[in-house]
């Protein structure tokens, strides 16, 4: 566990976690970090206690520690959001220490109650302010449904300091930089994919109540945004809010100007076709990522086409269906309410169809509204005229998808 000053009287104590299913499905191929905050006055407040995945707390008290904060000392327990990754803490705590406080939502006190057995619970509403004494007061803002319905922001006036637990987030670790004014180019990238990343796989069926966290963000004076996963903003807090604005219009259709190819073959016929499709991208110099299901996993999947303003599904007929690995991916970003992409799609079938049928019923299914190219299926190989189809399949999708590009 690292310990950071964020400014006079606010630490950040944040660990990596590596080698698990975030929320028990999602593969985090680089990590994620887990980020706890304690703002000390006269009193002294913990927001989000976080704890090793394994359930241990003495780093954390050991951190607390080494920053000059008796764990004994902490008066308030603030939690955000009642998720386990930020508030797994609190039976630990309540183990060496009996008088604190819990603040939190009323939709998150019926959560601690009933996952934590707690009762010393203050609940708040938006504008409650917490006076620490020595300057620092905290102030409560609800965010319901970001992503779950327990949410708020603390905000601390004297700093400007937005903590803003799960929102302005991303998954990735943290290794030697934890500010936006220590990383290079490559750290802002990676981080700018981990954000993409964490907002499609975790929040993004939620876009309508994140639209309007951004806007009560947008409402309050930020000098620092301090996130329960990633850097913390300080140079230039608006980045990270104006990312989310974009990310926000990724979930309803628009993406970078690329292309996403999510694809599986069984024999390799509808491989073929993938083949011809990529050197119609490489000829008009089109970036494109390739998803190979069910190779990929489906964090990747839904980061990859959650981000493209032009998706292809490459998959054949499967058992009358279409090819298992491409239709759970699909149906995922139905789930996570993916709308408006723009897609081709083709496949090669055996001795009868039905790939197309199950795609278009995925697709209403889920209310996607993606606007598809007229789609070319092809019996056993893909034969010169299949391959034409296809040119002109991708063609038309470079065309359609100019006006959903959003970088
Ligand atoms: Fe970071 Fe919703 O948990």
């Not at 230039?236 to 599986?264: C, H, M, S």
Request: glycine share 8%; aromatic share 12%; charged share 30%.
């Amino acid at each position: 566990m690292k310990r950071l000053k964020i400014a006079d009287g606010i630490h950040m104590l944040t660990m990596n976690v590596e080698d698990i299913l975030f929320e028990g499905i999602w593969e985090i191929a680089n990590g994620v970090t887990l980020n706890s905050y304690i703002v000390q006055g006269e009193k002294t407040a913990i927001i989000d206690g976080v704890v090793n995945w394994d359930g241990a707390p003495e780093t954390l008290f050991k951190s607390l520690e080494e920053i000059g904060v008796d764990p004994q000392s902490i008066d308030y327990l603030i939690v955000n959001h009642m998720e386990p990754d930020h508030s797994g803490w609190i039976s630990h705590f309540r183990k060496i220490k009996d008088d604190f406080t819990i603040l939190c939502t009323d939709r998150a006190a019926k959560l601690v109650a009933s996952f934590y057995d707690e009762d010393k619970i203050k609940v708040v509403k938006e504008g409650d302010t917490l006076d620490l004494g020595k300057g620092k007061v905290l102030s409560f803002h609800p965010v319901p449904n970001v992503h779950w319905p327990d949410t708020m922001y603390t905000y601390e006036r004297s700093t400007k300091t937005l903590f803003s637990c799960d929102m302005f987030g991303a998954f990735g670790r943290m290794k030697d930089h934890f500010f936006d004014d220590e990383m290079t180019p490559e750290e802002e990238a990676f981080f700018e994919f981990e954000g993409i990343r964490y907002y499609s796989n975790v929040m993004t069926t939620f876009t309508l109540a994140l639209r309007k966290a951004i806007e009560k963000a947008r409402s309050l004076d930020i000098g620092i945004v301090a996130p329960g996963h990633g850097p913390v903003y300080r140079k230039n807090p608006q980045k990270i809010i104006d990312d989310y604005i974009r990310f926000a219009r990724y979930a309803e259709g628009t993406g970078k100007n690329e292309v996403t190819i999510l694809w599986g073959s069984m024999y390799g016929m509808t491989a073929k076709a993938i083949e011809h499709a990529e050197s119609i991208l490489q000829r008009e110099g089109v970036k494109y990522n390739k998803l190979h299901m069910p190779l990929n996993s489906e964090s990747e999947a839904v980061a990859t086409v959650f981000q493209s303003a032009g998706i292809i599904i490459g998959a054949p007929t499967y058992e009358y269906k279409l090819f298992p690995p491409v239709a759970a991916a699909l149906s995922e970003l139905g789930r996570k309410r993916i709308t408006g992409k723009t897609a081709f799609r083709f496949g090669s079938y055996g001795w009868s169809g039905g790939a197309e049928k199950e795609l278009k019923e995925i697709v209403e299914r889920n209310y996607m509204k993606w606007d598809f190219v007229e789609s070319v299926e092809f019996e056993g190989a893909p034969k010169e005229e299949h391959f034409a189809k296809v040119e002109a399949g991708v063609m038309e999708l470079l065309k359609k998808m100019r006006e959903k590009v959003v970088e």
